[in-house]
């Protein structure tokens, strides 16, 4: 928790100070995606299932931006073919996740002519980093003919730690698109709604998903 909240208050300092210091508008991006999200559960070991993303960034720099998110998704498993199918338990969670990201892009974005005398954005794919955190709120179901193990007495909150990379790709004056590669740690081990006494660590999992994302500046605010 400690961690999530100073990160927080850096992400808020460091748009105050990028603030301060801007010469444009500030510039706005809102997207929105499709992808999977590997989970590594207790029922099942890795999962795959469907997600879907939507965010707003805001870009206080050349290289820094802050940007939230809320992503859903619903992951299966079960423990068919691994070393629990003995077990025989499956599974069927919900999520949905708000997040903060505080982003660090590599390349400082350009504008350049073309052989044919047109403004374009150089370099055309821009990859970056990102650390944050978020809450999950999760929605598990779990099914079998021996239930005895599986209790229901635990939160279905948790916060969660998040970090990964990206890139964007400018391929018109407003719009790019994008793929995004982000884990999160969970404080819990009940994603999957089920917590073996002989687990030592949480739950964990990650987003991979497609973006096409539009971008504004907010010339108003120009002087």
């Known amino acids: 928790m400690r961690i999530i909240i100073s990160i927080i208050l850096s992400l808020i300092f460091a748009t105050s100070m990028a603030q301060f210091h801007r010469k444009k508008g500030p510039l706005f991006e809102v997207n929105g995606g499709v992808g999977v999200t590997p989970v590594f559960?207790?029922?099942g070991d890795l999962s795959l299932g469907p997600a879907l993303t939507a965010g707003f960034r805001y870009r206080m720099g050349d290289h820094l931006s802050l940007k939230l998110s809320v992503h859903s998704a619903i992951f299966l498993g079960d423990d068919l073919g691994t070393e629990n199918k003995d077990r025989g338990l499956d599974y069927m969670t919900i999520i949905a996740e708000p997040s903060v990201q505080f982003e660090y892009t590599f390349?400082?974005?350009?504008k350049a002519s073309n052989r044919h005398g047109k403004m374009t954005t150089r370099p055309k794919v821009r990859p970056y980093i990102f650390v944050g955190g978020g809450g999950v709120y999760f929605m598990p179901e779990v099914g079998g003919d021996d239930l005895s193990e599986v209790t229901t007495d635990y939160k279905k909150f948790s916060m969660a730690i998040v970090g990964g990379a990206g890139f964007l790709h400018h391929f018109q004056p407003h719009l790019l698109w994008g793929v995004e590669l982000g884990g999160r740690y969970?404080?819990?081990?009940?994603?999957?709604?089920?917590?073996p006494g002989s687990s030592q660590s949480n739950d964990l999992y990650n987003f991979m998903t497609i973006n096409l994302v539009y971008r504004w500046r907010y010339s108003a605010l120009r002087k």
């Open 186 to 195: 969970l404080m819990t081990d009940y994603l999957d709604g089920f917590s």
């Open 107 to 110: 390349f400082k974005e350009k």
């Open 41 to 43: 559960a207790d029922i």
